[in-house]
Structure formats: C-alpha cells, structure tokens
Nanobody, 121 residues
Framework: VQLQASGGGLVQAGGSLRLSCALS????????MGWFRQAPGKEREFVAA????????TYADSVKGRFTISRDNAKNTGYLQMNSLRPEDTAVYSC???????????????WGQGTQVTVSS
C-alpha cells in the first residue's frame, strides 16, 4: 500500500486548504483513513479519521467545526478540507491507513509522506 498526500501550501489566517491522500496498491475502500500533523518541536497529533465507507468520522477537538474529512472510494482518494485556518494549524500533515477507524498513530499500518501547511498571521 502506498499513500500520497498533496495539497499543502502557504495560506493566510482565516483561509482554506484542501489536502488529498491517494492510495494505491490495494483497494481503497478496504481501509479507514486518518490525518495527523506534526509541528516543529512537537509530537505528532491526531487530526481526523474516517471509516472505510465514510459513514463514521471523528475529529480532534482543536479542529472540530473547521476541518472536514471525506473520501471518494471511486477515486481512491481521501480529503481533508481545512477552513478558518489558524497559525497554530501550521504543521506537516500526513495521511495514514488501517482496516478500521482509529485515533492513535501507533495503530496505523501505512503512512504517506507529509505535506507542509503554513498559516501566516
């Protein structure tokens, strides 16, 4: 399984970005997907996760109401829509996959490379 994250960039506070995570090598709908982020000098933290069908989602309190996780199984791609971005959202964002939805990074089997999100004040 290979994961490819994209869509990061530089945005002003209050702006929006949409991250994408493409899965190849296996059937995308076999996996739940999670997004995590890591800021400089900080530990990796959970952002959001979605189950295989998209019927269940869960979010970190810090992003609830601002970020939306979704997926398109026909396109083998998951998304993280990030609105009302804040400087504290600045981090490297990574996507990960495992059979069932989870919030702990240690539970994920497959990881993509990170994509940098920088929010300026």
């Amino acid at each position: 399984v290979q994961l490819q994250a994209s869509g990061g960039g530089l945005v002003q506070a209050g702006g929006s970005l949409r991250l994408s995570c493409a899965l190849s090598g296996r059937t995308f709908s076999s996996y739940a997907m999670g997004w995590f982020r890591q800021a400089p000098g900080k530990e990796r933290e959970f952002v959001a996760a979605i189950n295989w069908s998209g019927s269940r989602t869960t979010y970190a309190d810090s992003v609830k109401g601002r970020f939306t996780i979704s997926r398109d199984n026909a396109k083998n791609t998951g998304y993280l829509q990030m609105n009302s971005l804040r400087p504290e959202d600045t981090a490297v964002y990574s996507c990960a996959a495992r059979p069932t939805i989870a919030t702990l990074s240690d539970e994920y089997d497959y990881w993509g490379q990170g994509t940098q999100v920088t929010v300026s004040s």
